[in-house]
């Protein structure tokens, strides 16, 4: 069956890069995209903030966007060491992940301050990744379901449509681990998110659900042939060119 959805394959850099080493990242990802030529799938890197521009300079031309990691709910004011989804398009960016897991626990972001940084990103013109995942113990518990189903209802805007929405699920204990659920849960995850969209929004069956969590290139393949996954978020796989490069031909 032909993809109805473009896949995007989106780098989450986190705290990792220096200007010289990140420039030569973005340029060999970006030589590959435009090597490649693809256009029935979008490849996606966010570096750290202070890096934006750099690499949006470097990616220019080529195909390969380029985000923020993360987001203020604010346009501006006082609000030391936050970014704003206005500064962040204004370096380059045209996506911004808000709500990551790692977001959530180090920072106490709740859902409600995740739906106002979406609404943020809109309001900026960028498109907002919208992440969520259940903990180990949730999992254990057999609440995954439950809690994916609160986080989307509360970080997941009124108002949202398939053009500019994207939602990521990151299973918290798979992040780094290199454990990965079965390709039957990461499926059944999504199929129950769709599902949850489908109370939210009219056009949920446009929305592209990204898989995260250990993605690498040599389980990639059977990860994004799973039924509802649209794509993938990758952390560590993203700061290898040839690997992040491996996962988007593995569409």
């Known amino acids: 069956m032909a993809r109805t959805r473009r896949p995007l394959i989106a780098g989450n850099w986190k705290m990792n890069g220096l200007t010289s080493d990140a420039l030569a990242l973005a340029k060999d990802v970006a ?4 090597q490649a030529g693809w256009t ?3 490849l996606l890197v966010c570096p750290p903030a202070t890096l ?48 990551h897991s790692e977001r959530r626990s180090d920072c106490g972001e709740t859902d409600a301050i995740v739906r106002a940084k979406a609404q943020a990103a ?4 960028l498109m907002p990744i919208v992440c969520i995942g259940e903990t180990l113990a949730e999992r ?11 986080q989307l209802k509360g970080s997941v805007p009124a108002g949202s449509m398939a053009a500019k929405l994207v939602v990521a699920y990151e ?6 681990t290199g454990k990965t659920p079965t390709v039957d849960e990461v499926a059944a995850a999504h199929a129950h998110i769709r599902k949850v969209l489908g109370s939210l929004m009219s056009d949920a069956s446009g929305v592209r659900l990204l898989y995260g969590g250990s993605v690498k290139g ?10 509802d996954v649209d794509g993938a978020l990758v952390g560590g ?10 996962i988007a031909k593995a569409v």
């Open 122 to 125: 809109w309001r900026a013109g």
């Open 40 to 42: 029935d799938r979008e």
């Open 218 to 227: 040599s389980n990639a393949a059977e990860l994004l042939a799973a039924g």
């Open 52 to 99: 934006v521009m750099a690499v949006a300079g470097a990616a220019k031309g080529s195909g390969l966007l380029v985000g923020g990691q993360n987001c203020h709910a604010k346009a501006n004011g006082a609000h030391t060491g936050d970014i704003s989804a206005e500064m962040l398009k204004d370096a380059g960016a045209s996506h911004v992940i808000v709500g």
């Open 171 to 176: 299973p918290v204990w798979a992040i780094g």
């Open 140 to 150: 254990e518990g057999g609440k995954t379901l439950a809690v994916l189903e609160t």
């Open 31 to 34: 030589a590959g995209v435009s």
């Open 237 to 246: 796989a993203s700061l290898n060119a040839a690997e992040f490069l491996a």
